[in-house]
């Protein structure tokens, strides 16, 4: 049974969490976990998404939970955005 705050309800349909924390976290907090973490298909809404257009050597999780200032300003190298889109309209080189 859910409350008013969405707890008591997973809104995941795949996760890296145990069940009894899906149910505890109230549905605002849940939907800003990445999607990677814990797929609620937020992502969209949320705007936790990843940029990188090539390899990464960051986990998935952490590419979708990183602000998008700092995902541009990670080297190539490690985490490769050249060329994505950015949601101001600019794109990464």
């Given at each position: 049974m859910q409350n008013e705050k969405g707890q008591g309800a997973s809104h995941a349909s795949d996760s890296k969490?145990?069940?009894?924390?899906?149910q505890k976290v109230p549905e605002s907090v849940e939907h800003k976990v990445p999607d990677a973490a814990h797929d609620t298909g937020a992502?969209?809404?949320t705007g936790k998404v990843?940029?990188?257009?090539?390899?990464?050597?960051?986990?998935k999780t952490l590419q979708e939970g990183l602000p998008e200032k700092v995902e541009k300003a990670v080297p190539n190298a490690i985490h490769d955005t050249s060329g994505a889109k950015m949601s101001d309209g600019s794109v990464s080189k």
């Open positions: 969490l145990p069940q009894s924390v899906q992502n969209k809404e990843s940029h990188a257009t090539g390899d990464s050597k960051v986990p």
